[in-house]
Structure formats: C-alpha cells, structure tokens
C-alpha cells in the first residue's frame, strides 16, 4: 500500500473498506463508516491523548547527541509519571528512517540524559543496546512543563514535515497518555459522534496508553507491542453490559481498544482464580498477543487503518476473520490504491459468523 | 465571623479539576483562591513566569503554567500540562482578556494589530483552548462527573460603550461563540457558559478606566465567589444562564 504522507487526520477522500460476517467486501468514502453501524451499537474508542514522547538531547557521560523516545510506562498513575521505558537513538531525527539510524553509545545504568529542560538517569537496559528504562529527575510539574516545552510527537520518515502535537491528538484526546496515536480515532469528528448520538448509537472510551510500533530494528520489533497500561471508566464497563444486555455489537475503533477490552475480559477477578469475560471498570496493563487462535470475548466488529501482513495489527485482525477473507480484502487495498500507516485509510471488520459461533459455544 | 460561615456555606466543590486562564490577578487569581478553598484541583495560566511562579508559591496544591493563549504555538503545551497535572479536567475557565489598545482608543483610532491582538486574546484562543480540551471535558461528562466551560463576558459584549471596540466587539464573539458551543454540545453534556462578572476593581478595569472610583466596582472575591455558586449550580444539573 501507499503510505500515507500528509499529516491530515481526515482527508475528504479518505476509503474505507468493510468485511461483513459473511467475508463479503464492500468499499465506501470513510466519512461514511456511521452507516455501517445499528442503533443497538455500542462503539468505543480510546481517549488518550499522545505525548509529545521524542526528545532530543546528550547522552552526559560521552557528550553524543541521542534522541530518546518514550515508548511506555507500567500503569496510568499520575504519580508515577516520571519512569518509562524509552528507545534511544544516535545522533538524528526522524528524517532519517529508523532502520538507518545509528545507534545510541554504550548504555549502562547510571548515565544521565539532558533533555532540553529535562534530566533522566537509566535505571535498568533491558536487554538490548537501545532500550532503557529512565527516570525523569524533578518534580511531576516540571516534568510537564518540560515535556510541553521540549517534547515532539514521535514520527517517522513517511511524514516529512515535522508533527505539532494538534496533529496527533485525536477529537477526543482526554487522557494524557499514549506513545503514539491511537490513529483510528482521527476518523471520530464531532460531526460523527453527533450523528452516532442522532441514530441512537452508543458511544464510550477507554484510555490505553498506546506504545510505540516500530523501532526499525528488527530484533527490538520483535519484542512489540510492549505491555500497555490501560484504563476501563465505569461508565463503560455498564454501557457493555447494556449493549450485551439488549443483543448490540460493540465495535471497537482501534486495535488498542480490542487488546484493552480481551483483556480485561480475561482478567482474573477478585472471587475467581480467572477471567469470566466481564469487563471491569479498572486499570490493567494489557501484555498479550492477539492472533489467529485468539476467541474474542468482547468485541464484535473493528474500525482500524490499513494495515500491511507482518504486523500485530495485521494479526489482530485474524482475530475477527478468516486467512482467506482478510488476504481477499488485502488485494482490494492494492488493487484500489489504499493509503496505509496512521494518516492513511480505514478497515471496518466485523467478527466472522464462524469465530462468533466458536466463542458463543466455548461461553 | 459572617464572612467564615458563607464560605462553610457555600457549595463544596471537593475534587474537581478546574483550569483558569489569567489566573495571576484580578478576577482570574480571586477564582484561584476561591476554588481552591471550595475543595477543588486547581490548574492556573498566565504568560509572566515571574508571576506564574509567585502565585503557586502562595498557594500549596496549586499547579502553575507558563502560556500565552494568544499564541497558537502555546495552546497545545498548555493543555498538556492541564489534562497532564490534573489527570483530567471538569471546568474550564477562559478568564484570560486583553482590551486592545490602551489607553482605550475609539474604533477609528484603533491599530489592526491590536484588535487582532484582542481577537486572539479574547475569541481564538479560548476557541483553540476549548477545542484541544474538549475531548477531556466529554469524558468527563461521560464519566458523570459534569463538564462546564466558563467564558468570562462583560457588558461591553452587548452595549455599544464608545470606546470599548476592539474589547466590546471581541466579548460579543466570544459570548455569541459560547452560545453555539453550548447548542452544538448539549448532547455530549457539556456546557458552555458565557458570564458578565460586572465591573470590578481589577488592574485590567484600572487600565481601562483609570479615573475609576475604586468603591463604586465590584470586589474580584465578590464576583468569583459568585461564578463559582454558578459553577456549582451547572456542574449539579441544568442551568439557563446566559447573561
């Protein structure tokens, strides 16, 4: 596919391309993806807003430039905002692809970073020369006012113009959280939640704090997605029991919503020594893989970008349909000249008839 | 003490996350005091760290930001650090505002620089700030906490004082802009307020006016203390406010 280069969130000939439950593919302008929804639907869709999280700087002890990227965090506490697992590149930015990117100098634990206005010291490498983990010296304010001053969105080469942060904040960004955008949302204006709430559509959110989805690095890739720390607010967790209640989809937009609530849905629960496919409100930190053999417990139907095979994306969305089906929908992507990466077209999958039966009879 | 037994009185505000911009004097720093002591998380903006700084300094638990809503450049750092120090937010205040020229000029006499200084002041950028906060204030109502945006009006939004254009003309925008905020997010439950506080003895009034008899203008504390009975009142349920 074509990436995608122009950081418009919703070009006005934007595609969109859906599977039903039976394998079938129709194509429509992705403006138009409402109508693929019921007034029964409960759609959710992640919050979070992303974090300036690339920052430039001095690796102390040799005085060569880095740029450290934060790649994630073990929970959503506020407190705790001042450690994270970070990528560092060699000198550069994101002109350069990141599989060409020299890496950082030796990383050991103690060095210190100057990051602009921000300071860090590696607390741990975990277990390959560009990931740390670090932690930001100062207080939870000055790291904000820092980070807002310093920090730029993460981004790649297929993007040449550098990213302000109101091009990576989603309508809805609320939580302050993720790493990268949760891209799917770019498609929700308020035109379209306001057409959702005309027709009778549920709408909810959730906040994962979505990590970084490519180093360029082959072996550190293969580490990817990262556990992510995510958080379910009650009112979403009742709006699920609603829409399971009255025999509604929930259809979740982005591949961060799907890996939140599978496994939220499979989180042990105080009284039982495993998950009973409810969704809790709560937070987690969602660290598993979703593939092919993956029973999804939850979501019905998926809105997400195109994505290419290779990818965790891509194998998520085995999770909803067949090999066949999604390799079918693969060749129309080509075919018809879809745009692809976070900026590009949509997929909307809806879960096989086949796979709704095999998890309606393991329930 | 009458004084001590009003504010044990008034409406608790206890957890809420409230942001103010121009919160380093008059009615912005009085709403500060106001909502802090009523219980709430307050974040506060203003563009003079000297200021920013000393203000948090006087106010423990306060979070201070550095940012000129005016700049485009500004708004998205400011609300990072909003949504960032307050793990989300309920009210937003636009109390920021600039007069344009000062002396006060009449139209005719008035710079393009600074009616454009007022519209960036006054209707751009509490529009950008709303807009970049806005999905943390529908979660915030989806999450059944209440959401209220607070745009600071004046009377000079609806007469026509001779004098008062480039700040009369950009208060109507923003007050006629609130009321369409307030129609179009009715359904994700958020309110949009615009409010007349009344003449004030503040440095932005003294500026203005400066020959002002100083006992005939409101207190800021008076006027905060009665915005944020408001802010209560809207945050509980519906209100028909739209002075």
């Not at chain 1, 100057?114 to 670090?134: D, I, M, N, Q, Y």
């Not at chain 1, 259809?251 to 961060?256: D, E, Q």
């Not at chain 2, 409406?11 to 802090?36: K, P, Q, Y």
């Not at chain 2, 937003?92 to 454009?116: K, Q, R």
Request: with cysteine; aromatic share 4%; net charge negative.
């Amino acid at each position: 596919m074509i990436p995608a280069h122009a950081p418009i969130q919703r070009p006005r000939d934007a595609k969109l391309l859906a599977v039903d439950a039976q394998g079938r593919i129709v194509e429509m302008p992705r403006a138009r993806f409402v109508d693929l929804l019921e007034p029964s639907d409960l759609v959710i869709a992640n919050d979070a807003a992303t974090l300036p999280a690339s920052l430039q700087g001095v690796h102390v002890r040799t005085g060569r430039e880095i740029e450290v990227r934060l790649a994630g965090r073990g929970s959503l506490d506020a407190a705790d905002i001042r450690r994270f697992s970070a990528v560092v590149f060699g000198a550069g930015d994101f002109r350069t692809r990141t599989e060409d990117r020299p890496l950082p100098p030796p990383l050991r634990v103690g060095d210190g970073f100057e990051l602009g206005p921000l300071s860090a010291t590696v607390e741990e490498v975990l277990g390959h020369p560009r990931f740390v983990s670090v932690r930001f010296a100062g207080s939870v304010r000055a790291f904000w006012a820092g980070l807002a001053r310093h920090g730029r969105p993460i981004q790649y080469a297929h993007v040449p113009a550098p990213l302000a942060l109101w091009d990576v904040w989603t309508p809805i960004a609320a939580a302050a959280a993720a790493f990268e955008p949760p891209s799917a949302s770019f498609v929700l204006d308020w035109a379209a939640i306001h057409a959702m709430h005309r027709r009778g559509i549920a709408f909810a959110t959730l906040t994962l704090a979505a990590g970084i989805s490519s180093t360029g690095d082959p072996e550190l890739d293969a580490r990817f997605p990262l556990g992510e720390a995510y958080r379910i607010p009650h009112a979403t967790a009742a709006a699920i029991r609603a829409a399971q209640a009255r025999g509604g989809r929930i259809v979740g937009v982005g591949t961060t919503v799907v890996r939140a609530l599978e496994h939220a849905a499979t989180r042990a629960c105080p009284q039982r020594s495993r998950g009973d496919g409810l969704v809790r409100a709560g937070e987690a930190l969602a660290d598993q893989r979703i593939g092919s053999a993956t029973p999804l417990r939850i979501v019905d139907a998926i809105l997400s970008g195109t994505h290419e095979p290779d990818t965790s994306h891509y194998s998520l969305l085995q999770a909803f349909v067949e090999d066949e089906a999604l390799a079918r929908a693969g060749r129309t992507l080509e075919a018809h000249g879809y745009r692809t990466h976070e900026f590009g077209d949509s997929v909307f999958v809806q879960k096989s008839a086949a796979r709704a039966e095999v998890v309606a009879d393991a329930a | 003490m009458a004084h001590h037994s009003e504010i044990d009185l008034a409406a608790r505000l206890d957890g809420v996350r409230v942001a103010i911009t121009g919160g380093t004097s008059g009615l912005g720093l009085a709403l500060v005091r106001e909502l802090l002591q009523r219980g709430a998380h307050v974040a506060f903006v203003a563009r003079t760290p000297a200021h920013v700084h000393a203000v948090a300094a006087a106010h423990p638990g306060v979070h201070g930001i550095v940012g000129d809503v005016a700049r485009k450049d500004d708004i998205h750092p400011i609300a990072l650090q909003i949504i960032g120090n307050l793990g989300g937010l309920d009210v937003l205040v636009n109390n920021a505002s600039s007069l344009g020229p000062t002396p006060l000029a009449l139209l005719g006499d008035t710079e393009c620089e600074d009616l454009e200084l007022a519209l960036a002041t006054n209707v751009v950028g509490p529009f950008r700030l709303t807009k970049a906060l806005l999905g943390s204030l529908a979660a915030s109502a989806r999450a059944g906490r209440g959401a209220v945006v607070l745009n600071v009006s004046s009377d000079a939004a609806i007469n026509a004082y001779p004098g008062w254009g480039a700040y009369g003309a950009s208060k109507a925008a923003l007050h006629h802009m609130s009321r369409i905020w307030n129609e179009e997010l009715a359904a994700a439950q958020v309110r949009v307020l615009s409010l007349d506080p009344g003449d004030m003895d503040t440095p932005l009034h003294a500026v203005a006016v400066p020959d002002a008899d100083p006992g005939t203008l409101k207190r800021p504390e008076v006027a905060a203390r009665e915005l944020t009975d408001v802010l209560a009142a809207a945050l509980s349920g519906p209100v028909e406010l739209h002075t």
